[in-house]
Antibody, heavy 119, light 110 residues
């Protein structure tokens, strides 16, 4: 069955970077785009961007441009999201999720990774 | 770009129907038939319940239906059940390979 399994919770200091992984199983990673979505505590879903593991193409939301980097390693069916220059308001759960045509048909989601930014 | 506009809350009694709106612009909801809806229970990842405005993935009960008129999409939940109590989010393709989510609606089953 299709699964997206994310790395565990992280605690970071302001100004640091965090790299979250998302390992796909049950399907071919290169057949789908992977979105990253942020959800701050008690808040809604916020689209951060996507990566196409088939070639590595990316597109980032303007809000995160310059701070986010999405990469993939197809040899281990894993994609990564790195967010730099962390601030306290980056404290959130980060989800990876797959989409076959970039139309928002996001059919499988990872379990989420809590990133806490605190001094 | 601002989030799509959803009412913060909605409610209904068991067995009733409730409709949640999602208002965007002529550059997203109004332009593309790529509106999807997600259900999220507390502490859980979102679950995919509607895509391309009206289509339901396999396994999603036909009590959930979607529609669109102009710049506003809607999700209707018929025959409300206790397990439908959750947060609901709309999402639209916004052109230039971008997506945009709504702010979310908390559905309470009275």
């Amino acid at each position: 069955q299709v699964q997206l399994v994310q790395s565990g919770a992280e605690v970071k200091k302001p100004g640091a970077s965090v790299k979250v992984s998302c390992k796909a199983s049950g399907y071919s990673l290169t057949g789908y785009y992977i979105h990253w979505v942020r959800q701050a505590p008690g808040q809604g879903l916020e689209w951060m961007g996507w990566i196409n593991p088939n070639g590595g193409g990316t597109s980032y939301a303007q809000k995160f441009q310059g701070r986010v980097t999405m990469t993939s390693d197809t040899s281990i069916s894993t994609v990564y999201m790195e967010l730099s220059r962390l601030r306290s308001d980056d404290t959130a759960v980060f989800y990876c999720a797959r989409d076959d045509r970039l139309t928002g048909k996001i059919d499988y989601w990872g379990q989420g990774t809590l990133v806490t930014v605190s001094s | 770009q601002s989030a799509l506009t959803q009412p913060p809350s909605a409610s209904g009694s068991p067995g009733q129907s409730v409709t949640i709106s999602c208002t965007g612009t002529s550059s997203d909801v109004g332009l593309y038939n790529y509106v999807s809806w997600y259900q999220q229970h507390p502490g859980k990842a979102p679950r995919f319940i509607i895509y391309e405005v009206t289509k339901r993935p396999s396994g999603v009960p036909d009590r959930f239906s979607g529609s669109k008129s102009g710049n506003t999409a809607s999700l209707t939940v018929s025959g409300l059940q206790a397990e439908d109590e959750a947060d609901y989010y709309c999402c639209s393709y916004a052109g230039n390979n971008r997506l945009i989510f709504g702010g979310g609606t908390k559905l309470t089953v009275l």
